[in-house]
């Protein structure tokens, strides 16, 4: 099985933030080049539904190449 990362990045297409030391779900973090803010908890949810949809993506993948039709 392949190996990926998901990168999440701001609208400006940066994906670099500036995130405070305590990293909890209410917590305010903010894009590093054009300074727009988000809740650590909302981009932390976003990460794990594209990390879930990626893994499913993968596996269904595999079991089509394996020669098993999913529906």
Known sequence: MTTGTISVKCRCGSDKFNVPSTRRPSDTISCARCGA???YG???RTART????AVEKQLKDAFKK???KLK
């Not at 594209?50 to 949809?53: E, I, N, R, S």
């Open 37 to 39: 803010t988000g809740k």
């Open 42 to 44: 909302d981009v932390t």
């Open 50 to 53: 594209q990390a879930k949809a």
């Open 66 to 68: 394996a020669g098993f």
